[in-house]
T-cell receptor, first 116, second 114 residues
Framework: DGGITQSPKYLFRKEGQNVTLSCEQN?????MYWYRQDPGQGLRLIYY???????QKGDIAEGYSVSREKKESFPLTVTSAQKNPTAFYLC???????????????FGAGSRLTVL | DAKTTQPPSMDCAEGRAANLPCNHS???????VYWYRQIHSQGPQYIIH???NNETNEMASLIITEDRKSSTLILPHATLRDTAVYYC???????????????FGEGTQLTVNP
């Protein structure tokens, strides 16, 4: 089955440590995204990538880094510079609907990061 | 992108139709309306999208007003499993790139009651 796999599902880290969240898709989608969600709130865009070896900052990129070396993979590193990293992180991917130009996102199940 | 406004919460009786409104009064002619939902602690799930015509699929119907300034997502026979946060998003169509800054607001918490 095609889809998006995020790992780990749950992650604990100590303050001052970097941590990398994995996101892999087998949907052959060109674009990939990372969102952050805090309790009771909507999703906020961290980074997105339209094509391999290219990515753009979203609305809350400070303290995060990404890479896009392969079409299938878009890992997110939460660095020690991120002041409040405890959150639910969601990865998504999308392909262009060629006829209409519409853009439908497929999401992974999420990774919950807790900083101790 | 046009801003959307949704009620923070709604209730619906099981088996009845759930009608979720969304206001997008500043929408432009080339912007699509998308609906997603998020069941607690899961990733959001795509439901439906439309430009100006009404749309229907196996999950829901999307009714867009003639002036395109508002829309309604209809779940025709709501079940307890439809309890979720529903997000209405407006985004310009792009024929050139598949990536875009799709922004999610706080959505509507729909609670389906037995």
């Amino acid at each position: 089955d095609g889809g998006i796999t995020q790992s780990p599902k749950y992650l604990f880290r100590k303050e001052g440590q970097n941590v990398t969240l994995s996101c892999e898709q087998n949907l052959n989608h060109d674009a990939m995204y990372w969102y952050r969600q805090d309790p009771g709130q909507g999703l906020r865009l961290i980074y997105y990538s339209q094509i391999v070896n290219d990515f753009q900052k979203g609305d809350i990129a400070e303290g995060y880094s990404v890479s896009r070396e392969k079409k299938e993979s878009f890992p997110l590193t939460v660095t020690s510079a991120q002041k409040n990293p405890t959150a639910f992180y969601l990865c998504a991917s999308s392909a262009l609907e060629k006829g209409s130009g519409a853009n439908v996102l497929t999401f992974g199940a999420g990774s919950r990061l807790t900083v101790l | 992108d046009a801003k959307t406004t949704q009620p923070p919460s709604m209730d619906c009786a099981e088996g009845r139709a759930a009608n979720l409104p969304c206001n997008h009064s500043t929408i432009s002619g080339n912007e699509y309306v998308y609906w997603y939902r998020q069941i607690h602690s899961q990733g959001p799930q795509y439901i439906i999208h439309g430009l100006k015509n009404n749309e229907t699929n196996e999950m829901a119907s999307l009714i867009i007003t003639e002036d395109r300034k508002s829309s309604t997502l209809i779940l025709p026979h709501a079940t307890l499993r439809d309890t979720a946060v529903y997000y209405c998003i407006v985004r310009v169509a792009s024929r050139w790139t598949s990536g875009s800054r799709l922004t999610f607001g706080e959505g509507t918490q729909l609670t389906v009651n037995p």
